[in-house]
């Protein structure tokens, strides 16, 4: 809704700009977005630059702001959702409340799990899965084309993982943590196998992936590095996929099929695919030898340069510092190392950007022999976790409360009924 240019009328109770973002929660351009999508309506203050608002209509707003959101402020008129799980402050994050980066540093991805499950930390514990549930999830992934891509493999594998569980309708706390112990290595398990490595199983999930993943044999060092990463990537808030999954929880679907909502959102390419992009683009640079030409050509072609920049971090993202300092430690890795830091910089001269989280992924994949695709299914099944802890906080929430309602903008009804 355009401004409106009247003057208000002596019974009417105006706000300011700022009156308002206060009432709301919000900053000052919120307040100007919520016009423009026709949430509340102003008027230009005579002879000023400024806008005044009904009292009324901001005050009605920030009722239904608190209301959608559980009673936060600052909601900025989108959903928001109480959780205990993850904080991102400035260029940190923490799972409950701990900082992420030491726990992936000090504890294997399987104890970050149950800590965001249970707030207990159980070291050494590690996930097992049953023979027939295994066995199922192999063979209708098994059963896929070729062609088909990591998650699409996670999601069916999940599918057949829930067809073979008859108590999977059971929402109770026991319950869907023995499925979260359960699925997380099926999912792994099903995926064909790259590596076959000899070496006597520990019960780790790390070295299990690995052999999914790469032809090479690991050493400890590049194993670590695989494990920390997956605990690096357990959560990040409400990203798209998560909030899919606390859409299907809210609905009460069970922990199957709100892992599988998340895994059909991880694919966009927006999402867990953006590892992949980083990949290629870290693979040309080291073919051309200077990261230059490559910038320049994503650039002329209007492509934003993948593994750079994220909007929940001004600086560095943590996670990448993270993996950075782990895979310094690995001899060879450190040509990729070095690609990465010339796509930082060459692009720093166009725009400062730090590297995000996939571009370190990317440095790991590529260093490892792995397929461009590694980084997205290291992404599923990490974030996996992170789901299944949504999904039980959202379990204990009132049914169906991720409903948001819609603002209709079509044409006006009545309309006549349509002509054949």
């Known amino acids: 809704m355009r401004d409106q240019d009247p003057l208000p009328g002596p019974a009417d109770h105006r706000l300011s700009t700022k009156e308002a973002a206060e009432l709301l929660g919000v900053k000052p351009e919120t307040v100007y977005a919520y016009v423009s999508r026709g949430q509340l309506s102003s008027r230009r203050v005579p002879g000023g630059r ?210 599988s909502a998340g895994l059909g959102v991880l694919e966009g390419p927006l999402h867990g695919a953006a590892s992949g992009l980083a990949h290629r683009l870290l693979l040309d640079v080291l073919d051309r030898g200077d990261a230059a030409p490559v910038i320049a050509e994503e650039l002329r072609a209007g492509r934003r340069i993948p593994g750079l920049g994220h909007r929940l971090y001004p600086g560095e993202d943590p996670r990448a510092r993270a993996l950075f300092t782990l895979l310094e430690e690995i001899p060879r890795a450190e040509p990729a190392l070095l690609a990465a830091r010339d796509i930082v910089a060459t692009t720093a001269r166009h725009t400062p950007l730090q590297a995000n989280v996939d571009l370190a992924l990317a440095v790991l994949t590529v260093s490892s022999g792995m397929p461009s695709t590694a980084g997205e299914t290291i992404f599923a099944v990490a974030r996996t976790a992170g789901w299944i802890a949504h999904a039980l906080e959202e379990y204990g929430e009132r049914p169906l409360r991720m409903r948001p309602s819609g603002t209709y903008v079509g044409p006006k009804p009545p309309q006549p009924l349509p002509e054949p």
Not at 58 to 65: C, D, G, M, P
Not at 195 to 212: K, S
């Open 50 to 259: 400024g806008s005044t608002f009904d009292a009324k209509e901001v005050e009605t707003l920030a009722r239904r702001n608190r209301r959608e959101s559980g009673g936060s402020p600052g909601s900025g008129g989108e959903l928001s959702v109480r959780t205990r799980i993850t904080f991102i402050d400035r260029d940190r994050y923490y799972f409950r409340g701990v900082d992420a980066t030491e726990l992936a540093a000090r504890h294997s991805y399987e104890e970050i799990a149950e800590w965001l499950w249970t707030g207990r930390m159980q070291p050494g514990i590690t996930f097992t899965a049953p023979d027939a549930t295994v066995d199922t999830a192999r063979h209708a992934v098994d059963a896929l084309p070729e062609h088909t891509g990591p998650t699409d493999r996670l999601r069916v594998a999940a599918i057949a993982a829930a067809a073979a569980d008859p108590l999977r309708f059971d929402l109770s706390e026991d319950a869907v943590l023995g499925t979260a112990r359960t699925l997380i290595p099926t999912l792994v398990a099903a995926l064909p196998p790259v590596l076959h490595d000899r070496r006597r199983d520990d019960g780790r999930l790390a070295p299990r992936l690995w052999t999914r993943l790469s032809g090479r044999k690991p050493d400890e060092a590049s194993l670590r590095a695989l494990d920390t990463a997956l605990g690096l990537l357990v959560d990040h808030d409400l990203a798209a996929s998560t909030l899919a999954v606390r859409v299907a929880a809210s609905a009460r679907a069970h922990a199957y099929a709100a892992v």
